[in-house]
Nanobody, 119 residues
Framework: QVQLVESGGGLVQPGGSLRLSCTAS????????MAWYRQAPGKERELVAA???????NYADSVKGRFSISRDNAKNTVYLQMNSLKPEDTAVFYC?????????????WGQGTQVTVSS
């Protein structure tokens, strides 16, 4: 049984910072790309940032220069450092990863963590 567990969400004022973490656990043979998505009320889920197993990254235009994704392969963990947060960043953030398990490469999602940017 593989799980992705997120942490680090919360309420922050505009201009503030938060750091999200997501750790994979279970019977894992390897992890490929990891990513953060977000879904705001009434909107579709969108990709925020992604990172390959080799460390290559890409970002949504709306977060470039403000957010930074990184990973610690030894800890099976991906991070999202969010700076200069804006009210429009308010959303549920989800971790996603391609994980190699006994049956092959499978796509996994975390349960989501709420980020609210408000004064």
């Amino acid at each position: 049984q593989v799980q992705l567990v997120e942490s680090g969400g919360g309420l922050v004022q505009p201009g503030g910072s938060l750091r999200l973490s997501c750790t994979a656990s279970g019977s894992i043979f390897g992890i490929g790309a990891m990513a953060w998505y977000r879904q705001a009320p009434g909107k579709e889920r969108e990709l925020v940032a992604a990172i390959t197993s080799g460390g290559r990254t890409n970002y949504a235009d709306s977060v470039k220069g403000r957010f930074s994704i990184s990973r610690d392969n030894a800890k099976n963990t991906v991070y999202l450092q969010m700076n200069s947060l804006k009210p429009e960043d308010t959303a549920v953030f989800y971790c996603n990863a391609g994980i190699l398990v006994r049956g092959g490469l499978k796509d996994y999602w975390g349960q989501g963590t709420q980020v609210t940017v408000s004064s």
